[in-house]
């Protein structure tokens, strides 16, 4: 970070060189630029997507990007909300298609802030993007495209990466060495094919699909919903967008054909002819097609995202399906951010190199996930329309519940999937298990409903110092940082323990304490309240089970905790999903009303661990031998 | 409306002269240039307010802003927000100042969408509607001040109303005409002085307030809060504001006092050092004034806010008070919203000319009121602080308590009026009563907890075309248009009934056929399904007590009511304020679950008459005789 040899900013030293400015390039872009790395980006287009591509925005990347503060941007531009998706199917006598049941997107049994699929074309979504980026000085060199690359690592260089780009039509060209190369170039990616690196397909089938945006007339019913219908003249898939459009995409073609033809293509035309007969007795006319597309497609996964720790791909690179689960873009998203954080906590030197080898296996078995699911949705489908019972049950239960079919709990898995709140990372360094090196007998403590390698649950809370009224999981903004969330229980029963905490934290052999940089005097006093400058890599707030007016921070937390005034909160506010708890935070995470409770949540959002709150060293001691197994420095005061 | 003779654009006739650009005349600009009239709007300032005056957004101030689609522009700005009002006192013993209490500023027992006040300067305000006119034409010239008018109704001139103008150093002039020229020129308004309307002080006690904003470096634990703080060294308020400000409001000389001088002052080092001994033991250093200003203020409210209804006041022009209560601003936005659609209504032909006469009397009893909430709001605290206690039971308890006692009262209908949802028009032809002439038993149906002349409800529903869930009262834009909200009930119990309903509607006779413009074949067929292109004064929804999924809008509604089925939802949501309803919605408004309702209100929100679905032509009849008060046509079809 801000480490390379002094020969000015024109230099061709950059921390990371990063090639395409899609979905997964400019999330890496942003996240890097912002925490200060020096950026070389670059994409062979010559501006951003100017109509069509993906165009759907889950509700947990929607989280995302409010963490980031990208959401008001985004929304800003009207985009379309899918709440319920729609069924059409041929009537059980005569012809035509019927509505044979709807469900929700996202049920009321995933606890979202935003219950709903963000329709918005990808053109839009990028410069939101490219805007936040221009703020942090990183231009995007358009069209401009890698020709070649080399990455040595065996001399401990401190650039081990050199690439080659050139302009487009050739007029220019430029050889730059970075700390690290990242395509984010797509399904074709150069970087890809030139490390050797194989496609593997999980399911054989390939398909040619039709897209087609547009305004229209019609009166089928649901054109404002997602809907999936089968005719028998054939399916398509009816999207909602921004401005009135609508996306449908047509099948046109699929490998298990009699006469498979992955050129087989359809003009406008036969489209529109097919979507007419398909979505008979009802009308549609088209007032303007804005944007038509053939492509084939068919499923597939990288059987690498890195050979050397250096060079990473990610997003389309390393995965496609088809384009029905609406997950391209919202994968690639988490492919980035989970790449973005372990790049700054390896450059930043909080964590050993070895971080970066969880990105692969991490955000592969997504992918493989996805995958997978993809299959499993469209089987579900395949073999029989859900009765409305199933539906409604499936909607206003628990997510697990005992009676359960394999229908609801198939239904319920692709509603968690889809939504973006059902990624869980297996167990590593980061996300503990009883086989992590941290063996205190404080983590993990029984009760908790957090789950290592899963997302921190959404919470209300009330801010101490302004009574305002916020969400828990979004106070600490996407910085890079771990979040250190102490549930401090009642303050009566925990005052010692909160005292314990803060000494043995503030040791400069503690996992916060050895990162400490102490620039507190370099930074404005509200500044200092806000954000956390006293680490790069550790953000800690307070969330007290008492009432708001009872808390006082001078009086009830020890100093180094009391210093982050702006991030004490009261965990007094009623929650719909645990309505009789007194403190509804702490008893949704599964976190003692009392005794409380530390939570790690990685700088991405998911639960690192969880520990005890205890009086004397126990709890920072079981979270330094967790940021033991990862971190740079011998962490421990014993 | 764009009726002016036929000179050209530039032609000295415009519908409306406005002078003054601080909210009231923003206001009134922004929604009358919305709905097509031409404007000429000066201002004797150079620029926007660059720095202090108004900042405080109450929580109904907002809904309207939302209901103009200029809420997110306020909100991007990052203002504060203020859920909670502390209250310091000298403690019982010793010196310096306690907390003795603190309150939600507007509790869970007003179901606002935003509880809380939003702080941000004025000048950001203002510029937000700027940018809104620009979008619609409308530049305002500065420096441009007001020298002279005539107003001559004697004639029946088209535009009666003749105006002088000139720049503020004298080197331009014009004379325009208009239909109305109106004064936003604040407290030292020109045109009422002009036309000899004296201002009457209800509270004869005038103050001198100093007020300062700024960046303070402070351990003052309620900083980001309201405050009122009283100590033996005098008495000051905190106001928190965006970008880490602060505003403090001293009280630097009254009318009582035996020195009394109200051009008396007080340097910014006096009001620093005097806000120092205050707020002992805790300390305060300014880092940074943005703004400081002393000015006398006494309350005062005009006689009348016009003589002709062809020249009108409004905001400070009309009504003066402390600051204290932060009431000022949005005072000024509702004079000005109840000005304009009464101006459109008028002007475009839907009623009498008589209804501007409404006006003054709705709007100078809101400030009557105002003054006396300001006054008995200061006496209920000079008195004693409220016990704990007392502050839980009225935040917790519903509006209305047979136990409460007096500070309970005062309290609950401080929020009220404080929060904005408690301004309440009396009866006259707009606002139903008994002695209104529509005297159709099927007005005010038995059990309708609506009351004419305050706000409909909040309430969420589900929008039956895409399944999103929204907010039913931000449904229908500001539009200058009444809101039919056609409660229907169950589908199955209303049919006949809805049937009757929209047969009656489309009689050439009825409120809504008289004023159809059948402009339906030039408007395209989405702006058709999102606006309303048959009426300019009437947008129509209807709400089902009923599931979502099973509305079938084509086959529930008859065609009148189906044409509008983006404005059709499902009363099938959830509410915490009436959490064992089937229909939240209806249920709320006290209207049946299975027969409905049809509830008119205003343009600007207000509830105008309730009546009574049934079948056959009654409630059309009802609604025919409430319209029939106001407008220009003989209404009524028998």
Redesign the interface.
Known sequence: MEQQPSIGSSSPYYDIVIVGAGPVGLMLSTCLSRWGYKIKHIDNRAEPTPTGRADGIQPRSLDLLRNMGLK?AI??HKP?????VAFWDPPQTGHGIVRTG?W?SCPSFIDARYP?TTLLHQGLIERVFIADLEKNGVQIKRPWTITDFKSDNSENLEYPVEVQLKHVDGTASETVRAKYLFSGEGARSFVRQQLGIGVSHKDPIAHVWGVMDG?V?T?F?????KCTIHSEHGSIMVI?RED?MVRLYIQIASSTDPDWDPCKTATEGEVQASAKRILEPYSIEW?RVEWYSVYPIGQGISDKYTLDHRVFLGGDACHTHSPKAGQGMNTAFLDAQNLAWKIHAVEGGLADRALLTTYEPERKEVAENLLDFDNKYAKLFSQRPPAAAEVQAASEQSPTHAEDNEFIKTFKESCEFTSGYGVAYGPNVLNWSPSHPAQSALLNPKGTKLRTGRLMMNADV?RV?????VYLEQQIPLNGSFRIYVFAGKPSVTQQALKDFAFNLGDKRSFFGAYYCDNIASV???DNL?LNPHSLFFTICTVFAAR??SI???RDLPDLLARYRDLVYADDRWD?HIPDAKAAAHAKMGLDEENGGVVVVRPDGYVGCVASLVEGSGTVDALNDYFSAFCTKKLGIT
Chains 1, 2 share one sequence.
């Open positions: 008001s929304m800003a379309a909300r899918v709440y319920e709807t929700a709903f305004v007339k009166d019913p649901d054109i404002k919903m909602p009135n007032e009330t110092v302004d009574a305002n009224v404005s006093y509200h806000d708001r007016s006082e921070i001078s719909r």
